[in-house]
Every structure is written in C-alpha cells, then in structure tokens.
C-alpha cells in the first residue's frame, strides 16, 4: 500500500498523468506588462486614461483573478496624428508588452494593426470602431466597444422610420469617416434610402472651410444631415449652421456618438455651445443599468478628484469610460485563462526585422510575442459581466447585443426619446427586456417618443425643400383658350392655373422628396394647340417652344401631359 501512495507522489510531482499526458503548467510570473494608447487631453482619452487606471488597480487588489500575478501598464500619451502618430505606436512596441488597450484613432489603429498582425500582440481598442478594422484582414485587432457598423444601421432606421428618403453626410475624409459614410450608404440602401449629398472635411477643417461647405450643403434640396465627425470640429460644424440660418425649422440633425460623448464628459456646455444644438439628435452607445455599473458611477467623483473637463467643471463619465474600464477586466480574464492554458510569457525576434538591423529606425528591437495567439484566442472567448454588462464576442468578433440610446438634445440637458439594438430596431423599452421575446421587425412595433426638433418645434420636418441650384423638370403645359378652368396662364406671369395644375401640384407635394419643376406654356396663346401633336413630339424626344429647340426625357414628359390632355 506504502508502495502505492509513492508511486502516485512521484508521478504528479513529475507532472506525468497515468495516461503520459504532460500536466505541468508553467509557474505565473510575478506580474505581465501590458500598454495603453490613447491621447491624454481628449475628450475620450481623458476619461479613458483614469478608467484604466482604475480597472488595473481593481485587479491587483482581486487575488482571484490572475492568481497572485500582477499587471504593469505602460501608458503612452499619442497625442499625435497621422505619421508622427504611428511614429509613437511603433516606439512603444518595442517594449515587451504582451498586449495593447488602443489606439484611440481609427486612422492609427489600420496603420499599427498591420504591425500587430507580424509581431502577435492584440490591440484591444474601447473607442477604434472603424467598421473595417474588423475585417480578417486585422485578426489581432479586437474591438472592445459597438462597431460603427451598428450605429449607421441605427441612423439608417430612424431615417426611414420618420419617412425621410435622402440624407446629406458631413463627415472627416479620413479612413474613420469615409469607411463609416460608407457603411451609413450600405445601411440606407437596404431601406431604399441614399445619401444624396457627401460633404467632406479634411480632420484639420478650418472654420472658413466648415461655411464654404455648410453655404454648399444649404443649396441642396435634403435637409437631413448626418455628422460623423471628431470632437474637435464638430461643435464648430453646429456654430457655423446657427449663424447660416441652418438650425431653425424643417431641418433634421443626427449625429453619431462624439456629441453624446462630449455632453457626458464636459456637461455643463457653454450657452452658446448649447443653443447651437437645440433640437439635435445624437446616439449613445448602450450600456443597462446594474450594480456593478451604479458602484463605478458612483466612484467616478473620487477618481477624478481634482480633475476638471471643461473650465472648473467636474469630469464626466462617458460611456468611452465604462467601455475603457471592461477592456482591462476583459484581458485581465483572457490572460489568466492562458496561464491556465499553460501559456508562457517568451519574445523572439522576427527573422525579417532582423535583416533590417543596422539601420537608423531600430525595427530590429520589435519582437514577436510566442504566445500572442493563444492571448488572442483567449480574449475572443472571455464571457464575463462588466460595468457595460455582458462582455461577449460574436463569431464575427463584436460584441454581442448592440444597442444604442437615441438622445434628444433640449435646453440645458438631454432626453432619451428611445433605443436601438440590432434586436428588434426601434423601442422605447430597454433592449434587455426585449431579448427574452421572438424578435419584431414589423412596423408597428418601431416606436420612438416624441422629438423637439430644430426651431423649438414638435413637428416632424419633411425632410427635404426646393433646391435653389437644382435641375429643374421642364414642363409643357398647353396655352389654351377655351376650358380655362381646367388650365389657363394667369395673365401678365409665367404662372398657370387651374383644376389639372392643382391636381399636379397636390401629387408632387405628397412626394418624399423635392421635384424642383417649371412649366413651360405650350401654343402661341391664340389657338388650341394641338396635344397630339404635343405627344409626338415627347416620344420623338424633342419639343419647339418658345421657337427654341429643347431635348427632353420622355419620362419626365409623360405625367404632366397626361394629367393635363386627359381632361380636355
């Protein structure tokens, strides 16, 4: 029996199960260095950078969660955009981290995913939600926050939910908001939707830039403008429309989540900031209430303690925040399991960098993470509970159950008018309450509360006028003498009237979107001129009026005659 028990300490002291199988796992090392990315004056970073912090600090204090093992973060402040950007991503990669929170900017995140592919270290990024940057082609990028994707999908069902057909699309020509435009074009399309207008910015716009664009966008016929812009410029977008008369009635504004994002982090705005968005609405990436978010919340005054957003106002809380917060947690969960997995933390160099050793950029000292794999495999299958509730990726890599609050701005604060999740569209109930039931597409279930639209009114805008430089339908309409009740030029104008020309203008006035049109008199006013010979000359494709030679669609031609002659 002695001889037994022996032989069983020997063989798990070994590691040697009785089938041969290896059991030994690799002893944790006393702590993993991980990094963060982010600009630290920004509107999300500032927030971010303290969330951080505070969730690093919250599981070094949990034993439970790396079992005695401690995570160092480095935090680089990339401050800077474009080149020199990419510039301090790649100089803090040269450190041994085995994995990266960031970058914030879209625009960094596409240039050093390309780096992360070679060198195996996952970039988990709360506010980089480019739609493409979750393509295969970036697998270590993983988006911890709502991918763009669902948040043009819900722009596009409020569109249509209102009736609205086009839309104008002011966005930063950059990869962030051209792919996001994109994404809002595809979105639309699938509900017989456009954009009818793109209005790009360069990401340093000027505010003489910003009217040129605005004066341009004033001309157009649509009157629902989409913003996917940066938080820099957008407030300026919204000062400029206020001084060009663009923010009164039968305008419709919707922004992506950068305005919510700044209402939340430097709350209370200046007055002439907030007069400028009256009547605006914005998305909000959705987060349900529960405990473990109420206890974050409630800390957040003592983990900004001395800390001020705009002038002497406390530091909101964004939604960037909670999402910054769950990233940590969510590698720190990811991590443990690859210790369990038997992981170990080992770089080797990369034989292609190395070849480049010699050189004054130093690409040689970027090393490859053996287990970056394993990391990432371990980070895509984290199933856990955070402040921003479940923490689950979808076999596509997002997160599950996107949702957003639909938020109408109205004097000095907010007032949520509704949601949206990829569930079940529009609702003025919570979108949890609605995953335990069969989902519901159908019309009459998409449901929003009333909005204070621009102009302090509760009307829904029509969404479109008569374009001042659009091209306009040319219209014949027979000069007549005798029937003139049916259709007579008033004389002395260019104008008709009549019973046929109040039937036409009634059916163009019920359309969706604006048909800019004139009519053009038909006969030389003393004789009836003759309709028949007004239709040859349709399907011939041209007309004599006014002794000019003009060339039309027949379509265009087709109704208006039509309406006209059939009555005569």
């Keep these: 029996m002695k001889t037994i028990w022996i032989l069983v300490l020997v063989v798990f002291y070994n590691g040697i199960s009785l089938n041969g199988v290896a059991t030994n796992v690799p002893a944790r090392p006393p702590f993993v260095s991980i990094g963060a990315l982010l600009p630290f004056n920004s509107t999300i970073g500032k927030v971010a950078k303290v969330a951080i912090q505070a969730a690093v600090d919250d599981v070094n204090a949990d034993p439970t969660i790396l079992g005695g093992t401690k995570l160092r973060i480095k935090m680089q402040n990339a401050d800077k955009s474009g080149f020199l950007g990419i510039i ?32 195996q270290i996952p970039l988990l990024s709360y506010s980089s ?11 270590f990028f993983v988006m911890t926050a709502r991918n763009d994707l669902y948040q043009m999908a819900a722009i596009a069902e409020i569109v249509d939910y209102y009736g609205w057909k086009e ?6 020509d950059d990869d962030y908001g051209r792919n996001g435009i994109a994404a809002l074009g595809d979105k639309l399309a699938e509900r017989r939707c456009k954009i009818s207008f793109k209005a ?35 407030p300026v977008v919204f000062s400029v429309a206020q001084y060009l008369g663009m923010m009164g009635p039968g305008y419709v504004w919707i922004t992506t989540n950068w305005l919510s994002t700044l209402l939340e982090t430097d709350s209370p705005l200046p007055a002439g900031t907030l007069d400028d968005i009256q009547g605006v609405l914005t998305l909000r990436m959705y987060t349900p209430d529960s405990e473990l978010k109420r206890k974050f919340v409630s800390r957040w005054s003592t983990l900004t303690s001395g800390t001020t957003a705009y002038g002497s106002n406390p530091m ?35 034989s292609r960098l190395a070849a480049l050793r010699g050189g004054s950029l130093h690409l040689d000292a970027l090393n490859i993470f053996n287990g970056g794999n394993l990391l990432r495999q371990n980070i895509l299958q984290v199933n856990m509970t955070g402040v921003t509730g479940k923490v689950k990726f979808n076999p596509d890599g997002n997160l599950i159950h996107p949702a957003y609050d639909i938020i109408n701005v109205i004097g000095n604060g907010i007032r949520r008018i509704g949601y949206w999740s990829n569930y079940s569209g529009l609702s003025v109930v919570p979108p949890e309450t609605l995953y335990s039931r069969p989902p519901n597409r159908s019309s009459s279930s998409q449901k ?62 019920l359309l969706p979107y604006a048909v800019p049109y004139k009519l053009i008199p038909y006969g030389d006013g003393v004789n009836n001129p ?16 006014k002794q000019k030679l003009y060339r039309f669609s027949k379509v265009q031609w087709f109704f208006v005659v039509y309406s006209v002659s059939s009555f005569i």
């Design 448 to 509: 929003l509360h009333g909005v204070i639209w621009p102009g302090q009114t509760a009307q829904k805008p029509r969404g479109w006028v008569y374009p001042e430089n659009g091209r306009h339908l040319r219209i014949a309409v027979p000069s007549r003498v005798s029937y003139c009740e049916f259709v007579s030029q008033v004389p002395g104008t260019d104008k008709f009237a009549g019973y046929c020309i109040d039937v036409f203008t009634a059916a163009i006035n």
């Design 530 to 545: 003759s309709c028949t010979e007004l239709v040859r000359l349709i399907t011939a494709g041209v007309s004599v009026l």
């Design 167 to 172: 839309v104008i699309a002011i966005y930063g």
């Design 316 to 350: 909101g809380l964004s939604t960037y925040g909670l999402y910054a917060y769950d990233t940590v947690w969510l590698l720190a969960h990811a991590i443990n399991a690859f210790f369990d997995q038997g992981g170990n933390i080992s770089f080797s160099n990369d």
């Design 200 to 234: 790009p910015l360069t990401p340093a716009a000027t505010r003489e830039e910003i009217t040129d664009l605005l004066v341009k966008v004033a001309l157009t016929e649509s009157r629902i403008l989409v913003v996917h812009t940066f938080n820099s410029w957008g």
């Design 88 to 119: 301090d991503a790649l100089k803090f990669m040269e450190t041994d981290t085995v994995a990266i929170v960031g970058p914030q900017s879209s625009v960094t995140a596409h240039a050093i995913s390309f780096v992360a592919n070679e060198l």
């Design 129 to 139: 939600t480019d739609p493409t940057l979750s393509s295969p082609q970036f697998p």
